[in-house]
């Protein structure tokens, strides 16, 4: 029994280990793709979103937002947003085409004056609402917006992880660089994401929870754990309600259906 | 048109028996505050003016929000101008939808335009001229309006069987045109070259659509234009003409720069307009990483009308500074000037809003009229800059 464990011990490290034949960068990569592959064929999503602010002093306070889905895999995915809280905001609206490569596309609804803006995406290092997300942070997540080097096996919270370093390709994104703890042995999905900022200074710590499967392999965090290392701020992003193959086409995701959702 | 609406009536109450039913009902409420710097102008005119609205919201969807139901009530209670307290209904509509196709019929409020300074091809609505000085604000519009999504682009269809006058100031408003023999600027007294008069339909149309960075839209209305056409300065006579509007508005968004243009021809027997504005916006996003995004605009406004307008900029350049913090309380600023090129006048305003707690907003706004030409129809108000604060409550 012993002899066969190390056997398979020496295979894995034979196979999966950064020293053989592949580089920290083609094993980065490989890795990415997997996750990304992993979670391929959800088709369309919708969730409703629970934003919890704190401050240092941990005074709260609450977004509540709609979110939907639809998969591409040619390009970035389409989503639209809905915002329900605050009151002043209610109604407010975006649609995003967000792109493998290049700048996404993006407009804005504003429902007190019935307006539909296209916005830059450009300042997508930006805070979300007020929040520790940044907009790069909420943005589909596809392999061509990094460039990556795998840096270690390790240990989190008793799950096997990979830890894999994630370089922006786009100059203007907020980060240097981004630590991404993959769990391989559940569809390679994150564990913990580690920010650092331009100048190479740890920033941001951003922690999954309460993880659900749906059906049968997407595997989606019940709760987002946001802590910023340099405010003391904290944001924490509840998901409740998902459903999935909602029957939402790529031709809903469109400026008339903006203003529909957002009245 | 009320045939229509009797006809779907069946439809919708069938449709309501068959799925769940959503509804929602809200309610603002704002106290206001607005300080003139300088002595009134025209007999009757005060110093300061309370203000209080108070805007009810119901929405209704059923068949899994296929078919809904809107209402936007707006009540506006003035301390002193018995023309700025005024009711309106804001939006009532029934709305149905399927793949390709919106449709909705009642009282609704449509937006078209890309620029900031000036909203030359948003011409759908009526301007609510004594609720909001900038023009911004719009009463709701009786339409039946279709939306149309194909290949090339959404296609949007309007007809408004009715026509509602724009309302101004009363005597003891400010912010209105005058003289020292105390004549006062009525809409009811106001002219309609066609003889339908308030009952002359209007038709509207635009096309709208995006190819990579560029959005744009084409449009055309024929119908009573929602500007009245000065005829005498003297004693303010003015006449709703009957006009066709071509419209175009264009948006060139790439990376931080936005470029935007809007133009219009408006054709009447009474006076031909050509207008444009054009101009950019810039944003320094998140700068320094403190998450303050700093916008600055420039837009510049042609309008060939030599006479006196409603619309004061005939050669103008509007500057603005926008910044928003992106913080908890969304606190946002925005200041501006408009010059006009060939004469003195000049225009400032200051706007600055945050949330207060999670269900209050306090907003502050200032403008400044300086060195006002004798021949801008801002000459008749080019006293009355003011301060005003408002406090609003989300229910």
């Given at each position: 029994m012993k002899t066969k464990l190390s056997i398979i011990a020496l295979i894995v490290l034979f196979v999966a280990?950064?020293?053989?034949?592949?580089s920290p960068e083609e094993k980065g990569i490989e890795i990415a793709q997997k996750a990304i592959k992993a979670d391929e064929g959800f088709e369309s999503s919708e969730v409703d979103l629970r934003m919890v602010l704190r401050n240092r002093q941990g005074q709260e306070s609450e977004r509540f937002m709609t979110n939907m889905t639809y998969e591409l895999t040619t390009d970035g995915d389409k989503s639209l947003i809905v915002f329900n809280s605050p009151r002043d905001v209610q109604g407010t609206a975006t649609l995003t085409f967000t792109h493998k490569e290049g700048s996404d596309d993006q407009w804005l609804y504003l429902p007190s004056i019935k307006r539909v803006k296209r916005i830059s995406?450009?300042?997508?290092s930006g805070p979300f609402m007020g929040s520790?997300?940044?907009?790069e942070d909420l943005s589909s997540d596809e392999v061509e917006k990094y460039t990556y080097k795998f840096l270690k096996e390790d240990n989190f919270n008793g799950e096997n992880v990979l830890l894999v370093e994630q370089f922006p390709v786009?100059?203007?994104?907020?980060?240097?660089k981004r630590i991404a703890y993959y769990n391989p042995d559940k569809?390679?999905?994150?564990e913990k994401m580690e920010f650092f900022d331009r100048k190479g200074a740890m920033l941001k710590t951003l922690t999954y929870h309460d993880y659900e499967t749906y059906l049968d392999k997407h595997q989606r965090a019940g709760r987002f754990y946001m802590v910023n290392h340099q405010t003391g701020k904290e944001t924490e992003l509840f998901f409740e309600g998902y459903k999935f193959?909602?029957?939402?086409?790529?031709?809903?995701?469109?400026q008339t259906t903006l203003q529909r959702i957002g009245r | 048109m009320g045939w229509i609406v009797l006809g779907l009536f069946p439809l919708m109450l069938k449709a309501q028996e068959d799925k769940e039913t959503y509804q929602e009902f809200s309610l603002e409420v704002e106290g206001s505050n607005r300080y003139f710097f300088?002595?009134?102008?025209?007999?009757?005119?005060?110093?300061n003016y309370l203000s209080f609205r108070v805007q009810p919201e119901y929405l209704l969807e059923w068949a899994d929000g296929v078919h809904s139901l809107k209402f936007v009530g707006f009540a506006r209670l003035d301390q002193h101008d018995s023309r700025r307290t005024h009711l309106d209904i804001r939006e009532l509509y029934w709305q149905t939808y399927n793949d390709d196709l919106d449709f909705s019929i009642g009282f609704k409020k449509v937006f078209w335009g890309k620029?900031?300074?000036?909203?030359?091809?948003?011409?759908?609505n009526q301007t609510d001229a004594v609720e909001s000085f900038d023009g911004e604000a719009k009463l709701g519009e009786f339409m039946a309006h279709l939306s149309i999504l194909n290949n090339l682009g959404t296609v949007e269809l309007f007809v408004m069987p009715y026509f509602r006058k724009r309302v101004f100031p009363g005597r003891?408003?400010?912010l209105r045109p005058g003289d020292a023999s105390d004549i006062v600027i009525d809409s009811r007294d106001f002219d309609f070259e066609?003889?339908?008069?308030?009952?002359?339909p209007s038709f509207a149309a635009r096309l709208s659509n995006y190819i990579g960075p560029l959005d744009f839209g084409l449009s055309y209305f024929n119908g009573t234009g929602r500007e009245p056409i000065i005829t005498d300065f003297t004693t303010f006579t003015s006449i709703y003409g009957v006009i066709h509007q071509f419209g175009l508005d264009m948006q060139l968004t790439t990376g931080p720069l936005l470029l935007k243009l809007e133009s219009i021809y408006r054709a009447n027997p009474f006076q031909d307009v050509f207008a444009l504005v054009g101009g950019f916006e810039y944003t320094f996003g998140n700068v320094g990483g403190s998450g303050l995004d700093i916008g600055v605009l420039g837009e510049f406004l042609y309008d060939d009308r030599d006479e006196l307008s409603?619309?004061?900029?005939q050669s103008d350049v509007f500057a603005g500074v926008r910044l928003g913090f992106n913080d908890v309380q969304d606190t946002q600023f925005l200041m501006g000037a408009i010059y006009d090129v060939n004469r003195t006048t000049e225009l400032y305003f200051v706007e600055f809003s945050r949330r207060v707690g999670s269900n209050w907003k306090a907003v502050l706004e200032s403008r400044f009229f300086q060195n006002?030409?004798?021949?801008?129809?801002t000459y008749f108000i080019r006293d009355d800059n003011f301060l005003q604060a408002s406090v609003t409550r989300y229910f």
């Open positions: 280990g950064p020293s053989y034949g592949q995406s450009s300042n997508k520790e997300f940044a907009y786009d100059p203007k994104s907020g980060y240097q569809n390679y999905r994150f193959k909602t029957g939402l086409e790529e031709d809903d995701f469109n | 300088k002595d009134a102008m025209y007999p009757g005119q005060e110093q620029t900031e300074s000036a909203h030359l091809v948003d011409i759908i003891k408003g400010r066609s003889d339908a008069g308030r009952w002359r409603l619309n004061g900029l006002v030409d004798p021949l801008e129809f």
